[in-house]
């Protein structure tokens, strides 16, 4: 089964524009660097260590949003769920937009992330209700950045080991907790070189498969140094379009139970998926 587009196609197809990205991330750093990265001393070091820091946090639950733009059509994918940092993996309920004549007609699609790979439920025309669909997440040009309609949430924050360039824009209050917000851009080439194992397939494929290794970035960091909130922005040619997608992940109530289970081998659709 070959997955290439994404498994979006509305109005003037600007969802399909986004292709598959697998992405992976590694290098945990040690406890004097997360240390560092919660004082906050250096803007660049809290931003590249966020991936570690929630890694030492465990779980959260997350709302995660993305937005495309193609030829004029803007397409708004929204996703909530919960993820297990240590394990890499979560539970997300994706839904879909509503058409331009107001109706929805979509069954939200359950997805499941883990290391290298995607699962997905009520996705894809001729799938039985009761199978998956499984993307090899390494096989991707996008290494699942935007490809199943949410950026996997360690994958975001692992993006974020490849920052260039980080400024403190200023303080706010993001759900009733003091964040300060950082603007940057991240390096993909660099993010996938200093990735953690269980992240760096997906990000290597990225960094081969977008045109541009440069991703501009806004995260927001407690006085922990977790990351609360993060926003990429993705730029990238497709049939002769450009494609922006801008991709948001929300984190709250950090130490929520978390359980994910994986389908079983019988469980897995093994036909061709239409999209």
């Known amino acids: 089964m070959v997955v290439q587009q994404h498994w979006l196609r509305r109005g003037a197809c600007a969802a399909a524009a986004v292709m598959g990205v697998t992405g992976t991330a590694g290098c945990s750093g040690g406890g004097d660097a997360v240390a560092d990265a919660r004082a906050g001393a250096d803007p660049l070091l809290s931003v590249r260590k966020a991936a570690d820091v929630l890694a030492e946090a465990g779980t ?68 039985p209700r009761d199978k998956w669909v499984r993307v090899d997440t390494t096989t991707l ?16 924050a692992e993006l974020l080991r490849g920052a260039r360039s980080a400024t403190v824009v200023g303080y706010e209050d993001l759900a009733g907790v003091r964040v300060t917000h950082y603007r940057g851009t991240t390096d993909l080439a660099h993010a996938a070189r200093a990735a953690s194992p269980h992240a760096r397939g997906a990000l290597a494929a990225a960094a081969k498969g977008f045109a541009q290794d440069a991703v501009p970035f806004d995260a927001y960091l407690d006085s922990e140094g977790r990351l609360r909130k993060v926003r990429h922005r993705f730029s990238f040619a497709n049939q002769g379009r450009t494609v922006a997608v801008a991709s948001t992940t929300l984190l709250y109530e950090f130490g929520a139970p978390v359980v994910v289970r994986l389908p079983g081998r019988g469980d897995i659709y093994a036909g061709r998926v239409r999209m």
């Open 60 to 127: 959260a639950k997350a709302r995660t949003a993305m937005e495309t733009a193609a030829g004029g059509t803007r397409v708004t994918i929204r996703g909530e769920g919960a993820y297990d940092f240590r394990r890499a993996m979560g539970r997300l309920r994706v839904v879909l937009p509503n058409d331009p004549a107001g109706s929805s007609g979509h069954q939200p699609i359950t997805e499941l992330l883990a290391p290298g790979a995607l699962y997905m439920k009520d996705r894809g025309a001729g799938v």
């Open 141 to 156: 040009t996008d290494g699942n950045l935007v490809t199943g309609g949410a950026t996997d949430p360690a994958a975001a």
